[in-house]
């Protein structure tokens, strides 16, 4: 059990801000994301597209933005908890118990939900054959790639993913690519490489087609494709992959008792607070009157809301307001020697 | 000025007067038209506005699709040929009469 201040659930640019904020006031945070990485939406959807306002920053990518927060952060030496997702809350004596998938645990007083429009998933296949394989042979990402040996793997999408893992699997399985449309959006190069393999007949590449039916009788046998003018085929498979993308779920933050509009949380415009006590809402997955999903309105949320766990975290003290220019005692916190 | 009717899955019809200027997404957000989700605002980084044209005649009439807008179309729920991401269709005058359908679900 890991006793701390506040729990941040989200590593986007306004969690991490609000991070800032509470290092800044002297409070102890730990931050959990479901990405692997830190930046959220920044680093997933839009790592190399430049941001024009950030205030005093003309133009930066996602990418550069995420690297000078985290950089902003540093000094506060606070843990993060990727590829791990908070699934249970529960409160005692007027502290949150805080459950991860990963079966981690914290105690705190207050937590701060700076999740966007949720966490990333992988999205499915909209067949409901495929749910019944789903984790065992109909698979949305590889874990270890040696079960595929000398198997017929039929792979769905475009992107990347699809275009590496075919190119990948295709030295010791029989692959299939499935896409639906003529063009790719993954690297160029991956393009080149499949169409050759096409050509020589080391990949069977399918366009304009997409997944109508899995088959199979206890374990997967085939894979139905449809064209959009109606054509059907058949393909053997024993594994189906898809490489559709990463979607954004609620998940279980609409199961905690919070007041949800949508998909997002009215909060109290004074300190971010939802209707429980405690937990905090900012950034994109906060609604109130005269709301803007920007990134400069979620640094705002998360510097109240920093003040607002502050009351909770420690009730004995009043908070003082202090300027990082003037303040002795932040500067020590900074680790700024003058 | 453009009046746009959007179909749910479930086949319940909604119909919305739409300033020019505004997106077809915009057009059914403020007017609380379920079935489009744009989770990301309109940046054409999620595929959760995700809309079909039917209309043939209509589908042509479109302005033609952006770089980006199929690829972000292969990540939406159901793609089809006739697929648009309704963030991306920009209301004028022209599109008065436009019918979009939505698909089963866009996440």
Same mark, same amino acid.
């Given at each position: 059990?890991?006793?701390? /201040?506040?729990?941040?659930?989200?590593?986007?640019?306004?969690?991490?801000?609000?991070?800032?904020?509470?290092?800044?006031?002297?409070?102890?945070? +730990?931050?959990?994301?479901?990405?692997?990485?830190?930046?959220?939406?920044?680093?997933?959807?839009?790592? /190399?597209?430049?941001?024009?306002?950030?205030?005093?920053?003309?133009?930066?990518?996602?990418?550069?933005?995420?690297?000078?927060?985290?950089?902003?952060?540093?000094?506060?030496?606070?843990?993060?908890?990727?590829?791990?997702?908070?699934? +249970?809350?529960?409160?005692?004596?007027?502290?949150?118990?805080?459950?991860?998938?990963?079966?981690?645990?914290?105690?705190?007083?207050?937590?701060?939900?700076?999740?966007?429009?949720?966490?990333?998933?992988?999205?499915?296949?909209?067949?409901?054959?495929? +749910?019944?394989?789903?984790?065992?042979?109909?698979?949305?990402?590889?874990?270890?790639?040696?079960?595929?040996?000398?198997?017929?793997?039929?792979?769905?999408?475009?992107?990347?993913?699809?275009? /590496?893992?075919?190119?990948?699997?295709?030295?010791?399985?029989?692959?299939?690519?499935?896409?639906?449309?003529?063009?790719?959006?993954?690297?160029?190069?991956?393009?080149?490489?499949?169409?050759?393999?096409?050509?020589?007949?080391?990949?069977?590449?399918?366009?304009?087609?997409?997944?109508?039916?899995?088959?199979?009788?206890?374990?997967?046998?085939?894979?139905?494709?449809?064209? /959009?003018?109606?054509?059907?085929?058949?393909?053997?498979?024993?594994?189906?992959?898809?490489?559709?993308?990463?979607?954004?779920?609620?998940?279980?933050?609409? +199961?905690?008792?919070?007041?949800?509009?949508?998909?997002?949380?009215?909060?109290?415009?004074?300190?971010?607070?939802?209707?429980?006590?405690?937990?905090?809402?900012?950034?994109?997955?906060?609604?109130?009157?005269?709301?803007?999903?920007?990134?400069?309105?979620?640094?705002?949320?998360?510097?109240?809301?920093?003040?607002?766990?502050?009351?909770?975290?420690?009730?004995?003290?009043?908070?003082?307001?202090?300027?990082?220019?003037?303040?002795?005692?932040?500067?020590?916190?900074?680790?700024?020697?003058? | 000025?453009?009046?746009?009717?959007?179909?749910?899955?479930?086949?319940?019809?909604?119909?919305?007067?739409?300033?020019?200027?505004?997106?077809?997404?915009?057009?059914?957000?403020?007017?609380?038209?379920?079935?489009?989700?744009?989770?990301?605002?309109?940046?054409?980084?999620?595929?959760?506005?995700?809309?079909?044209?039917?209309? #043939?005649?209509?589908?042509?009439?479109?302005?033609?699709?952006?770089?980006?807008? #199929?690829? !972000?179309?292969?990540?939406?729920?159901?793609?089809?040929?006739?697929?648009?991401?309704?963030?991306?269709?920009?209301?004028?005058? #022209?599109?008065?009469?436009?019918?979009?359908? !939505?698909?089963?679900?866009?996440?």
């Amino acid at each position: 059990m890991i006793k701390t /201040d506040v729990v941040i659930i989200g590593a986007g640019p306004t969690g991490l801000f609000c991070a800032h904020q509470l290092g800044i006031i002297g409070l102890k945070c +730990e931050i959990v994301d479901n990405l692997d990485k830190i930046g959220g939406q920044c680093i997933e959807l839009y790592p /190399d597209k430049p941001i024009y306002d950030i205030p005093a920053v003309p133009k930066c990518t996602g990418e550069e933005l995420t690297n000078n927060l985290i950089e902003q952060i540093k000094p506060f030496n606070f843990n993060f908890h990727l590829s791990d997702k908070v699934q +249970e809350l529960k409160n005692e004596n007027n502290k949150w118990l805080v459950k991860t998938l990963n079966g981690k645990e914290f105690e705190t007083p207050s937590i701060v939900i700076a999740g966007g429009v949720g966490s990333f998933e992988p999205r499915k296949f909209p067949t409901k054959s495929a +749910e019944k394989y789903d984790g065992k042979s109909v698979l949305y990402s590889i874990k270890d790639k040696t079960i595929f040996k000398d198997k017929s793997v039929a792979i769905f999408g475009g992107g990347d993913s699809a275009l /590496d893992w075919a190119l990948e699997l295709s030295n010791s399985s029989k692959v299939t690519l499935i896409h639906r449309r003529d063009e790719f959006r993954g690297a160029p190069a991956s393009v080149q490489k499949i169409k050759e393999l096409s050509d020589n007949k080391t990949i069977n590449l399918i366009t304009k087609y997409s997944i109508k039916d899995v088959k199979g009788n206890g374990s997967l046998e085939s894979v139905e494709i449809k064209s /959009d003018t109606g054509d059907i085929k058949v393909i053997k498979a024993d594994y189906v992959l898809g490489f559709f993308g990463l979607i954004m779920q609620l998940g279980p933050i609409a +199961e905690w008792g919070l007041n949800l509009d949508k998909k997002t949380i009215p909060v109290n415009t004074e300190n971010f607070e939802t209707n429980k006590k405690g937990i905090f809402a900012i950034g994109d997955i906060c609604t109130y009157p005269g709301k803007l999903k920007l990134i400069l309105s979620g640094f705002h949320e998360g510097a109240l809301a920093a003040r607002g766990c502050f009351k909770y975290a420690r009730p004995d003290e009043k908070y003082r307001f202090e300027f990082t220019t003037a303040s002795s005692t932040i500067k020590d916190r900074l680790g700024v020697k003058e | 000025m453009a009046k746009i009717k959007y179909i749910e899955f479930n086949g319940t019809e909604h119909e919305a007067d739409v300033a020019n200027g505004l997106s077809v997404m915009e057009g059914a957000i403020q007017n609380d038209i379920p079935g489009i989700d744009a989770d990301c605002g309109g940046g054409m980084s999620c595929a959760t506005c995700h809309v079909y044209i039917n209309d #043939d005649e209509w589908f042509k009439k479109l302005p033609e699709k952006e770089m980006g807008e #199929d690829d !972000m179309l292969d990540q939406a729920f159901e793609p089809k040929s006739n697929s648009r991401l309704s963030c991306q269709l920009i209301v004028s005058d #022209d599109l008065d009469g436009l019918t979009v359908h !939505m698909p089963e679900k866009q996440v």
